[in-house]
């Protein structure tokens, strides 16, 4: 066989070929063929149809009596209780004792930190200037032998 006879064959293998067929046919043979491609398998998939996904969601369950009928219309709102009204003013009237409780904390707060604030700057004047360490602090306490001697020395020659 010669090579292109091979090639022929092997394109046989793995594709339809319409020899004497007119174009029409090809191409209804073609539209057939590729609409009966096969889908994947449903293991390959991230989501089917026959397997569940989610918990079914459960919904609240109502009495028989207090479900409306399915023909009826549904009521108008009813008016807030007295109790209601009563539990609503007591709840705002405690809101409003606790934000007035916190505005006279940050108040509180407030005149603190102003104190503070002063006394620091009344301190300032009398702070020192430089900060000694506890090496410098011992030795200007504690003169050496050396110092000692150049004070005597000094005050014999006043």
Known sequence: ??????EQEELDKFFTVFDGSSPEDVSHARQLWSSLSLLPPAESRLV????RQRLPVSRPQHGGSTAPAPGAKPSAPQPPSVHA???????RQRYVTMADQRREILALLRRQR???IQKELLSVAFK???KVGREKMSKLQ???DSEKMD?????QLQ
């Open 1 to 6: 066989m010669s090579a292109q006879a091979a």
């Open 48 to 51: 089917t149809a026959d397997v």
């Open 85 to 91: 009204l009563r539990q609503r003013q007591e709840e």
């Open 114 to 116: 102003e104190q503070r």
């Open 128 to 130: 020192p200037k430089v």
């Open 142 to 144: 504690k003169p050496s």
């Open 151 to 155: 004070k005597e020395l000094v005050n």
